[in-house]
């Protein structure tokens, strides 16, 4: 795997440490349980996967390099680099600036650019319409282009399936940049459908089997489909592609049921020609970040605490995961913990803040997770260590945690 140049204040010697270690123990990838690092009062378990992603850390090292080689010049993000907010704080101290909000509404007119401005695309890639514009305007956009490599594999499967005439189902969030990105791609090449989720995919089922008509179709999915989309065409043809930071075994359960569909409107003999195999699709570090989230849940802890931007559509998959078992607190990084009873952890039902009063329990020993999204540095996970470490016990040098990985 390459070793990127990312900032060096992103490091931290903890949990580069812990993660040093499991991939000398574990070099296939193959254990995933935690790791358990017991300090004075409290005992830590950490994920064997989790923090930067290869899609990141590459998107991270072009950044940094983009200001570097480009001291006099206007230097431009599309939109967000990655979902956190300290390392999008960060690139902006530098003079970068948006041109665009996460969901696409403008910040900055494009008319305002010039053919020596720098403009960066951010790790999610953008839509087709978007980079025409760019290219029309004659904006260096190829030099500093951090367009996850996993997310150009979706879009050049989705590429190939429009070629063999197979509509596009992508299980995404249809305002996420990302998701917007790949319908633009798969949609110049064949009729595509954004779903949400299992929910939205059985509606699909019952459309393709019959039971739901044209209009409860194009109510349903208003806003969500390509062009002229029409179901009593292009729904005889599917192949099912993803958003790369939603759960995978969402998007494999998806793909599972409308392989089950197809095969209860053309049968075991035909399926091979009304479904298309894309496992293939699905990105490895959000893989390997869910397996060991699943890791975790096979162990008892007081609590969990993860790591990351808001708006973060990976991490809240985590947090979604963990909150099944454990009192689950998510927080973008030490500044949200109050005190031992008191925290400001983010809601993924509600999208708000709240502060809560029943942060770590009065115990001998207390077990907390913790874990952080695929675009949440390293750093700020190992200060929310040492946040925990001096509210529980302020006698402790918490960087004698170091000896004890």
């Excluded at 998107?59 to 200001?67: D, G, N, Q, T, V």
């Excluded at 509600?350 to 001998?364: D, M, N, R, V």
Aim: overall charge negative.
């Amino acid at each position: 795997m390459k070793q990127f140049e990312v900032p060096e204040f992103y490091r931290s010697p903890i949990i580069s440490k812990v993660k040093t270690k499991r991939r000398l123990e574990d070099p296939r990838k193959k254990d995933f349980t935690p790791t358990e690092i017991s300090f004075g009062k409290v005992t830590f378990l950490i994920p064997r996967h989790f923090g930067f992603c290869y899609g990141v850390e590459n998107a991270i090292e072009k950044s940094y390099r983009a200001i570097q080689e480009n001291p006099e010049k206007r230097i431009f993000l599309l939109s967000q680099m990655i979902h956190n907010p300290d390392v999008n704080i960060d690139l902006q101290s530098y003079g970068l600036q948006f041109l665009q909000d996460t969901e696409g509404n403008q910040l900055i007119p494009f008319e305002t650019l010039t053919t020596e401005d720098i403009v960066i695309i951010p790790a999610f890639g953008t839509t087709l319409e978007i980079e025409k514009r760019l290219r029309e305007i004659g904006v260096n956009i190829d030099s500093y282009n951090t367009t996850c490599p996993f997310v150009e594999k979706v879009w050049n499967r989705s590429e190939k399936l429009g070629e063999t005439k197979h509509t596009i189902i992508i299980h995404g969030k249809a305002k996420h940049e990302e998701t917007r990105a790949t319908f633009s791609h798969s949609s110049s090449n064949s009729a595509a459908l954004v779903i949400k989720d299992l929910k939205e995919a059985k509606f699909l089922g019952e459309v393709i089997l019959g039971s739901k008509s044209t209009k409860d179709f194009l109510t349903f999915f208003e806003g969500k489909m390509s062009p002229e989309f029409d179901p009593t065409l292009h729904l005889s043809k599917i192949g099912v592609v993803n958003q790369t930071t939603m759960l995978a075994t969402e998007t494999q359960e998806i793909a599972d049921y409308m392989r089950n569909i197809m095969l209860q409107k053309y049968g075991e003999v035909n399926i091979k020609s009304h479904i298309a195999d894309t496992r293939d699709t699905l990105c490895y570090a959000t893989n390997d970040n869910q397996s060991a989230t699943y890791g975790l849940l096979e162990t008892e802890a007081d609590l969990a605490v993860v790591v990351g931007g808001y708006n973060s559509s990976n991490t809240s998959h985590l947090v979604e995961l963990l909150e099944e078992k454990f009192p689950t607190f998510y927080i973008k990084n030490q500044g949200e913990i109050l005190s031992k009873s008191t925290i400001n952890s983010f809601d993924i039902h509600s999208s708000k803040i709240i502060g809560q009063t029943s942060f770590i329990p009065e115990k001998e020993n207390v077990r907390i997770i913790i874990s952080s999204g695929a675009s949440c540095p390293d750093a700020l996970v190992d200060g929310v260590l040492h946040k925990i470490i001096s509210i529980i016990d302020p006698s402790l040098d918490s960087a004698e945690l170091l000896n004890q990985i």
